[in-house]
């Protein structure tokens, strides 16, 4: 298995530019908290944030300045496949310097939360075919310097995972990959999936337009077994259990 490069920029100098493929194999460090948190985001923008995230040691420090990353055309080529690859390469960086995080920072009887952004900044290198990305400095704690509370997986994974139901309900699982088994609450699922309120409302449509179709997704992607229960409170769906294993691989001979 290939080892992750340990890229340590200075003096403002960009991270990454380079032509070649993303390595699969890097992993990717969220804390637990923007994992749980609300992204706000699209499929596309997420891959693009996990090739720049993946390009970061996530126990190192870093100024704000120096998550300065590049993202070519043939780089997001080779886990995007789309018919204009310039095009929606720009419209995911579209969609991440658009978007922001909402994270509960309730504490005891006061409900509170924080809204932060993904990056700093975004620049368009449009006769090149790249694009720029240097990360929020808020994006920070919760990207590096991950010690404990965090959740990690494979960028080769997530490239595969073409909706965001089932990119978000990935990471959920992963933050208990250890023990593979978590049960989740019906309204964190709502919120962290950001399901509509058809299917906030009907566990019928969220086991439909939802559940289904994103377990579905993670066992043809990311190498998974997942079984699910839903939990009730009386008549109403109150949790999912959810327990997952990787596939055993067939052997070679």
């Known amino acids: 298995m290939p080892q992750k490069e340990c890229i340590t920029p200075k003096n403002g100098e960009v991270l990454a530019e380079r032509t070649d493929v993303i390595d699969r194999h890097h992993t990717i460090g969220l804390s637990n908290d923007l994992v749980r948190a609300v992204h706000q985001i699209n499929a596309d923008g997420k891959l693009l944030l996990a090739i720049v995230i993946s390009r970061l040691d996530s126990m190192a420090t870093y100024k704000m300045e ?17 018919k204009n690859p310039w095009r929606d390469l720009k419209r995911a960086a579209n969609n991440v310097f ?24 975004i620049e368009y290198c449009e006769s090149e075919a790249k694009v720029i990305v240097i990360l929020s400095r808020e994006l920070l704690p919760h990207v590096t310097q991950l010690n404990v509370k965090f959740t990690s997986f494979k960028v080769g994974n997530l490239g595969e995972m073409r909706t965001l139901y089932a990119w978000r309900l990935y990471e959920l699982l992963m933050q208990w990959k250890s023990t593979g088994m978590v049960e989740i609450e019906i309204e964190t699922l709502h919120e962290c999936l950001e399901v509509p309120n058809s299917c906030s409302v009907n566990f019928g449509e969220m086991r439909r337009r939802v559940i289904v179709p994103a377990v579905k997704e993670i066992e043809d992607k990311a190498n998974l077994e997942i079984m699910w229960n839903p939990k009730k409170k009386g008549r109403r769906v109150a949790s999912i259990l959810f327990g997952f294993t990787e596939k055993k691989q067939p052997a070679l001979f």
């Open 98 to 121: 658009e978007a922001e995080i909402r994270m509960d920072t309730s504490t005891g009887t006061k409900n509170r939360y924080k809204r932060i952004r993904w990056c700093s900044s």
């Open 66 to 82: 120096d998550t300065r990353t590049t993202v070519t055309v043939a780089q997001w080529e080779d886990l995007h496949k789309g």
